[in-house]
């Protein structure tokens, strides 16, 4: 016999990988059926209430396997639609085009990129398209991950942490009615305004690879992973959590650079495998190198709201604050993975 | 001469069958320098590729272009799908709905593919990218057109400068893509890419030399 048909299930909570993304849109949908409904082919999740007359559009979306991003921040004062391409592959344009059209109500829309190859290129094609019909679309692109040297020789630094803290702050401008002009002109500075940077643990599987996507010693690191593991500044050995909080902040700080009586929001995200203990554990060593460093976290965020899979790590944000981007972070929001004001 | 729409099928049919059958290489040549996925997603577009010209196969050949086109950008997803889909889109666009394509139109058409391409990506040659492969090959198309060869020759010669370009990859630094990220790491590996535009335009020389071609004009 030549090959004998000999299928190893994985030990993932998934049915096949192929259905996998779609079992989890329908489980999203019967959950959060007051916040969002849910498009198949093309796959594209939707503010229930969208489009909502002479609301700028927000859309966002990349490769599945981020989760709470993107599908979880679609809703009141954050998204109106996201595009949940295969897991880790950027979605196509024909979701993008058809999402841009399914929350246009007339006033625009703005896409939220995050900086990839891919979903760069899929995003221009898919603005083509709503453009040709008619719609008014611009689109932020954002890339504050340090970890990656922004030269003329490399695809320039990814998109990472300060998407989140993005789509919360401009859904926010959004929904109290600002133009489109407006709504891109803050975008542009939030991202100008925020770096980030992480770490990883452990790999992770993609399901339809059925092997990690890399290999990593017990006893070692991943420093500057990006969050589909590909490789970042260096493997060293394993460090303490205050060590590795201090790397990362002091990297973070020195970039933008942060300064003496900067109010930021600090973010402390896990990588999807992380447990909350251990991210408190990070947050804590944050603020005390902030607080040396005469940075005043005014705001925070704990938790994992960017994800590579079940990969063990963390990364660090930081996004300086003005009044107008801590007032839109306060600003009511209501979507399946993040809640307060209302 | 002139291109049929038979042959442009004949062509595409012949290509899907190639990415399902190298599926695995081709993936592998990404796995090295990329993420690993770039033969299933394209065998994923080509697979849909065939099933969305199966009702339209009889058109002109700028419609099997264009269908092609819309079915890779509606399918490959990662960036393979942008930069493929406008290559077929940006070709099917310049032969409008022509019944007959002379053999110049067809390499024109080409040309504009690769110049969506290159618009698309933003790449240039030496980047380790397809256009490594495509821009050296239809250089030598007009080249060979130029000095007035039948279009098997023009062709054949293009699939072997494509081969050249493609082999020319491997001592490259990429300076496009997810590959860039690995800055020296990328050098000794052959682009997926290029690996993969070379293949296409093998199978069209390959598919055109296998089929007779439609005279339109008489020959002395």
């Known amino acids: 016999m030549a090959e004998a048909a000999v299928t190893t299930r994985l030990k993932k909570l998934i ?19 007051d916040l969002i409904r849910v498009e198949y082919d093309p796959n594209v999740i939707i503010r229930k209430d969208a489009p909502r007359k002479g609301k700028v559009g927000l859309v966002s979306g990349g490769g599945s396997g981020h989760e709470p991003m993107h599908g979880g921040y679609v809703g009141l004062g954050m998204l109106d639609a996201a595009c949940p391409g295969a897991v880790f592959t950027s979605p196509t ?32 094609m898919a603005a083509e398209l709503a453009r040709g019909e008619g719609a008014k679309v611009n689109a932020v692109i954002t ?3 340090v970890a ?15 998407t989140v803290l993005l789509e919360k702050i401009v859904g926010g401008c959004a929904e109290a ?8 002109t803050l975008a542009k500075k939030v991202n100008a305004n925020g770096r980030s940077m992480g770490m990883a643990l452990t790999s992770c599987i993609v399901p339809a690879a059925g092997k990690v ?29 205050d060590e590795i909080a201090e790397i990362l902040t002091s990297t973070v700080v020195k970039d933008l650079p942060y300064k003496r009586g900067d109010e930021v929001l600090a973010f402390v995200n896990g990588m999807g495998g992380t447990p909350l203990i251990e991210l408190y554990v990070v947050a804590n060593a944050v603020n005390r190198y902030l607080q040396k460093e005469g940075i005043k976290p005014a705001r925070w965020l704990v938790g994992s709201y960017i994800t590579s899979l079940e990969m063990a790590g963390c990364s660090v944000t930081l996004l300086k604050l003005d009044a107008e981007t801590t007032k839109f972070w306060d600003a009511p929001v209501h979507t399946p993975a993040l809640r307060w004001g209302v | ?181 690995l800055g020296d790491r990328s050098i000794g590996h052959q682009d997926p890419g290029a690996t993969s535009s070379y293949l296409m335009l093998r199978a069209l020389s390959d598919s055109l030399a296998a089929l007779p071609q439609r005279a339109t004009t008489t020959t002395t």
């Not at chain 2, 092609?68 to 393979?80: E, K, Q, R």
């Not at chain 2, 030598?140 to 699939?159: C, D, I, K, T």
């Open chain 1, 15 to 33: 049915n096949t990988p192929e259905t996998e993304v779609k079992d989890a849109l329908a489980g999203m949908v019967a959950a959060h059926g």
């Open chain 1, 93 to 124: 344009p024909d979701q993008m085009a058809r999402a841009t059209a399914a929350v246009d109500g007339g006033a625009g829309v703005l896409h939220v990129v995050k900086n990839y190859t891919g979903d760069i290129m899929n995003f221009e």
């Open chain 1, 143 to 145: 890339n504050d991950d």
């Open chain 1, 148 to 162: 990656v040297q922004d030269s003329l020789y490399t695809a320039g630094r990814r998109g990472v942490g300060v």
């Open chain 1, 177 to 184: 009615g600002a133009d489109l002009e407006t709504v891109t």
């Open chain 1, 213 to 241: 996507t890399f290999e990593i010693a017990d006893d070692e690191m991943e420093l500057g992973i990006g969050i589909h593991g590909e490789p970042g500044r260096e493997r060293t050995k394993l460090k303490s959590a």
């Open chain 2, 1 to 181: 001469m002139a291109v049929s729409s038979v042959q442009i099928y004949t062509w595409l049919e012949r290509y899907a069958g190639i990415v399902a059958e190298q599926k695995q290489y081709l993936t592998g040549l990404d796995a090295a320098i990329g993420d690993g996925d770039h033969g299933i997603n394209m065998d994923r577009g080509f697979q849909t590729v065939l099933v969305k010209l199966a009702p339209v196969r009889d058109k002109d050949a700028g419609t099997l272009l264009k269908t092609t086109g819309m079915a890779l950008v509606g399918s490959v997803g990662g960036a393979g799908g942008p930069l493929y889909g406008t290559f077929f889109l940006r070709a099917g666009a310049a032969l409008d709905a022509k019944a007959e394509v002379s053999d110049a139109e067809f390499v024109e058409a080409l040309e504009a593919g690769l110049k969506g391409v290159q618009e698309r990506g933003k790449a240039n040659r030496n980047d380790k990218t397809m256009v490594d492969a495509l821009a050296p090959a239809l250089e030598r198309a007009r080249q060979y057109l130029g000095e007035g060869a039948p279009l098997e020759e023009v062709l054949a010669a293009a699939a072997d400068a494509a081969e050249e370009g493609m082999k020319a990859t491997i001592p490259l630094k990429a300076l496009k893509g997810r590959a860039s990220y």
